[in-house]
């Protein structure tokens, strides 16, 4: 059997779901996630789900300040919930050079829109009785923070995304990714149904095109390290070997078909 697709996802975690989510809300069609096991069933389930925005850079505060205005939406503009708790959280610090550290970082994302103040040991226990300040010498109160169960996110993401017509499969593991001779974007992935490729003959083949949510790495070191030696020399294309593609940005280093 054979499936084509504008955009295909590899790996239905919160990212996955998320990226197939935002494409299809910025007018993207016809986008299909890959999912070897069941939704959320990776890293996702694990996750504790702390949704925190006071961040050493510009970049991760503010987007974690999007996601937050997001999830506070959630339930009016889809009718159900998100899984996101906005109960505040706390920043402590311990020695003298963390306390600088929290005061710098905390006056930074001010200056960036966060609503964040610094509050004595004392304020930071009445809002939470089980704090033990022994030894706390500061302490930030971020009161738009909070937690988001992440199964229950990851789900909310996966039906909104269903909604706008995104395609899911589970039980469907990518295990090669195939470049075009001459050129560095995939053209098409093999896929099979089922925990193992061994024994089962492909029976999905996607077509792609080079968009957004590229399933191949952006150029760090985390994307390098996870792809090396990942190419798949029996078949001349890329194994996926539990690999996540998401959406890469900036130039891409990827391996040729040979
Ligand atoms: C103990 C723990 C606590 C954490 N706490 C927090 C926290 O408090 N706050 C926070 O923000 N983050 C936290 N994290 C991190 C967070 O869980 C991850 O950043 C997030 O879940 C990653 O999502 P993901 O979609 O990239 O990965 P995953 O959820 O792992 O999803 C990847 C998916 O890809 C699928 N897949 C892999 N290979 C293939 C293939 N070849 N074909 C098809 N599908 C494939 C997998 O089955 C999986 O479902 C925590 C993580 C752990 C482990």
């Known amino acids: 059997m054979s499936e084509t697709a504008r955009v295909v996802v590899v790996g239905g975690g919160i990212w996955g779901c998320s990226i197939a989510y935002h494409l299809a809300r910025a007018g993207v069609s016809d986008v299909l996630v890959l999912e070897r096991r069941e939704l959320a069933s990776g890293n996702t389930s694990q996750a504790a789900g702390l949704v925190g925005q006071l961040r050493a ?31 505040g959280s706390l920043k402590l610090a311990l020695t003298d050079a963390r306390v600088r550290e929290l005061e710098a970082q905390v006056a930074q994302a001010c200056g960036w829109g966060l609503a964040v103040e610094l509050v004595a040991p004392r304020d930071a226990q009445a809002r939470v009785p089980l704090l033990e300040t022994n030894g ?17 996110l990851a789900m909310a993401l996966a ?10 499969r589970t039980q469907t593991p990518v295990t090669g990714i195939t470049l075009s001779r001459g050129r560095s974007t995939p053209t098409s992935m093999r896929s099979t149904r089922g925990p193992s490729d061994r024994d089962a003959a492909p029976i999905a083949l996607v077509t792609c095109i080079p968009c957004a949510a590229r399933p191949a790495p952006s150029s760090g070191p985390a994307c390098k390290r996870r792809w090396r030696g990942a190419r798949d020399t029996r078949r001349g294309g890329f194994r996926a070997a539990g690999a996540s593609a998401r959406a890469g940005r900036g130039r891409c280093r990827r391996r040729r078909d040979r």
């Open 57 to 87: 850079s510009e970049l991760m505060a503010r987007s974690i300040m999007t996601v937050v205005d997001r999830l506070t939406r959630w339930q009016a503009e889809h009718g159900e919930d998100s899984g996101f708790r906005q109960v």
């Open 136 to 152: 706390v010498k500061a302490c930030a109160w971020i009161p738009t923070d909070g937690y988001a169960e992440p199964y229950t």
């Open 159 to 168: 039906r909104a995304a269903r909604r706008l017509g995104v395609r899911m």
